[in-house]
């Protein structure tokens, strides 16, 4: 995997952890292509961050800055490497604790935030997805805000919060992208 553009473009990440499913450099191209003018500037959640390789590609785009949440040891050495090897640990917060934990707790870290991109475990339930849709909406969101999900293909829409509306529905392989944008 490859940093696909701005100012760590071409730069190499770190081998994928064991348990780690990342988006596809074609997936992530798409999904940012898509994104556009939304990115630079922007302050950036980054949950189940995995490799951390789409908050990566937000920040190498010009993102503000990006938190990346993730819960795995071996997942968290590895972004904070990916990070170092694109110097872009100076915009970065990274923060080790489960996506439901980091969002029930009063620390706000960063929110509001204009773009949140959660790539959960496809085995992840329903109910817990839904569960931090739900909590995404209490607070964590600014104006003008973009939630980008990605599912696999074939898979059900996940019910979202009543202000949110899917802007765009993405397919790459088996991995299924959807903006959702307020209604």
Same mark, same amino acid.
């Given at each position: ?7 760590? =473009? ?6 994928? $952890?064991?348990? @780690? ?20 500037? /922007? ?6 961050? +995995?490799?951390?390789?789409? +908050? ?16 795995? &040891? ?7 490497? %990916? ?25 706000? %870290? ?10 959960? &475990? ?9 569960? @931090? ?9 600014? $104006?003008?805000?973009?939630? @980008?999900?990605? !599912?696999? =293909? ?6 979202? &919060?009543?202000?949110? /509306? &899917?802007?765009? !529905? ?14």
């Amino acid at each position: 995997m490859r940093v696909i553009a701005g100012s760590a =473009k071409g730069v190499r990440l770190a081998a994928v $952890p064991r348990g @780690v499913r990342p988006v596809s450099d074609v997936a992530r191209e798409g999904l940012f292509s898509s994104l556009g003018s939304a990115v630079p500037g /922007a302050r950036v959640l980054d949950l189940y961050a +995995g490799t951390g390789a789409l +908050g990566i590609e937000a920040l190498s785009r010009g993102a503000a800055e990006a938190v990346f949440v993730e819960r795995s &040891p071996a997942a968290l050495r590895t972004i904070r490497e %990916n990070l170092r090897r694109t110097h872009l640990t100076d915009r970065a917060v990274v923060v080790g604790l489960d996506v439901r934990a980091f969002l029930t707790r009063r620390e706000r %870290n960063g929110a509001p935030f204009d773009l949140v991109l959660a790539d959960p &475990p496809y085995d992840l339930s329903a109910s817990e997805l839904e569960g @931090v849709l739900s909590e995404l909406a209490r607070g964590w969101l600014a $104006p003008g805000w973009t939630v @980008v999900l990605t !599912r696999r =293909k074939g898979s059900s829409m996940p019910v979202v &919060p009543l202000h949110w /509306a &899917p802007a765009r !529905r993405l397919e790459y392989g088996d991995t299924l992208v959807l903006l959702l944008r307020e209604a």
